[in-house]
């Protein structure tokens, strides 16, 4: 069997996260019952799902089977019936070169396409336009520094939830972040007090956000929707009420947006949204 073949068949047989993903209804956020991963609209969580389902699957897959294959012949063969004299060897040069040599071929393949896709992640390209993102217990604040805009992000109380307008329990927000399609988007990610993990799965995006340090990623949705995600890191008693909600629309669109966000989000000289207003902070807490 060829390798490609084999891709193919392990894809078909054990990569029930492509079928899953074929399965999802709703792009950008999880659904009941889906296998693998939410559907990719960028080239690098696409690539990540590759590496995922034609790189790590077929290796780990046929690992799996010869170390079941190994211990069915280690039971049949060794067992007190079939081998009622054990053997004393204690020394075989062979399989401990074997033992050795093998694990490390595999990590060498396995390390050529990954440090490929390490490389698109990190290589941040010319931006589009630059976000700032703050990680906060337990909510996120944005800032578009051109636009001289900023925003703090919670999420939707259950009785503000409405279905019927997309909403999802958990994950929709009342301020999302709006941005325009086909257009990179660079953002800066840091924190105000302890260590977020900002993750936005179908975006292939996953950065901490650490106090005093600011981290880089970069996106480029290719794809008009909501997109959602959460903060990754067991970040306090809150850490499963921040949820990241971003909205790709087209570039009308967004100038509609951004003409309205102007007046509502306008940021003053000495404004920044990564420090809360005292009304934020007791919304926070009462939380």
């Known amino acids: 069997m060829t390798l490609r073949a084999f891709r193919l068949a392990s894809t078909g047989l054990l990569g029930l996260a492509s079928v899953g993903t074929a399965w999802a209804e709703t792009i950008g956020a999880p659904v009941s019952g889906q296998i693998g991963f939410q559907p990719p609209v960028t080239s690098v969580a696409r690539d990540l799902q590759d590496f995922h389902n034609f790189w790590l699957m077929p290796v780990i ?10 211990l069915a012949y280690v039971v049949w063969k060794f067992n007190d019936k079939a081998n009622p004299t054990p053997s004393k060897t ?4 062979l399989i401990e070169v074997v033992w050795t040599v093998l694990p490390v071929l595999i990590l060498v393949v396995i390390a050529i396409p990954s440090f490929k896709l390490l490389t698109k992640e990190l290589t941040v390209p010319a931006a589009d336009m630059e ?19 900023g925003f703090d992000s919670f999420i939707k109380d259950q009785k503000d939830i409405d279905q019927s307008k997309g909403d999802m329990w958990l994950l929709s927000v009342d301020n999302e972040v709006v941005v325009p399609v086909n257009k990179t988007v660079v953002l800066d990610v840091t924190s105000v007090d302890v260590i977020h993990s900002f993750v936005i799965q179908s975006f292939g995006i996953r950065i901490d956000a650490v106090p005093g340090r600011l981290n880089q990623t970069w996106f480029k949705a290719e794809q008009e929707g909501v997109y959602y995600g959460q903060c990754s890191k067991i970040c306090g008693k809150d850490h499963a009420f921040m949820p990241i909600a971003f ?29 809360a207003s005292a009304a934020v902070e007791q919304q926070t807490l009462a939380r």
Do not use: C, M
């Open 90 to 93: 204690t020394h075989n040069t």
């Open 247 to 275: 909205r790709v629309v087209a570039q009308d669109k967004y100038d509609a947006w951004l003409a309205g966000a102007k007046k509502k989000f306008a940021l003053g000289e000495a404004a920044s949204p990564t420090v």
């Open 61 to 70: 897959t046929i690992i799996s089977l010869f170390v079941l294959a190994l």
């Open 131 to 149: 976000i700032k993102v703050t990680g906060s217990q337990w909510h996120w604040s944005y800032a578009y520094p051109t636009e001289k805009i």
